[in-house]
């Protein structure tokens, strides 16, 4: 939140992160694509050798184009279909992954389209979700704007703010 002049406010709140759901979301080796960025960039820790990364939007092809740049495989599940995957690695375009399997740690997913009973096995020891993105919409409600929710976002974004408020960045 900063002020810009007296009575304007910018509300840059970001957007809060979240992990897919799906059978063994919760075995360690899964975890969101900011924690895998702060693991290589940060710490210089390479968190698999053999990753899925889970994307819904671009964020996902920045995180497996990292993981293959630190030597992992990637194998890219792209819940979106409508093509324009960039080549170095396996794109399962127009899926999800159904479920993780292992019992100590993610050793293996199941991809398939939404609602499948059963799908493809990819072998891996990491999945990335990378693919929940949901702008930080509290203050602005609180503050008297007007939230709709964006089918296409699969969220609720700022509709109409009062004067002299802005909303920027992932908000």
């Known amino acids: ?35 895998v960025h702060l693991l290589l960039h940060r710490y210089g820790v390479l968190p698999g050798r053999r990753a899925v990364v889970l994307a819904g939007d671009n964020v996902g ?16 599940v792209d819940l979106r279909s409508d093509g324009g995957w960039p080549e ?12 993780a399997h292992g019992r ?15 799908g493809q096995k990819v072998s891996c020891d990491l999945v990335v979700n990378a693919c929940v993105q949901t702008p930080s919409t509290n203050l602005l409600a609180q503050a008297g704007a ?10 609720f974004l700022p509709a109409e703010l009062p004067d002299r408020m802005w909303a920027v960045g992932a908000v």
Not at 88 to 99: D, E, H, K, N, R
Not at 105 to 117: C, L, P, Q
Not at 146 to 155: G, K, P
């Open 1 to 35: 939140l900063y002020r810009i002049r007296a009575g304007h406010v910018i509300f840059a709140t970001g957007a809060v992160e979240g992990s897919a759901v799906f059978p063994g979301n919760d075995l360690p080796g899964v975890m969101l694509s900011s924690a």
């Open 61 to 76: 092809y920045t995180t497996a184009w990292a993981l293959k740049d630190a030597g992992a495989e990637v194998t890219v």
């Open 88 to 99: 170095g690695f396996p794109v399962f375009a127009g899926s999800t992954i159904l479920s």
């Open 104 to 118: 100590r740690r993610v050793s293996a997913v199941s991809v398939g389209t939404a609602g499948a009973t059963s």
């Open 146 to 155: 007007r939230l709709a929710f964006d089918e296409a976002l699969q969220a």
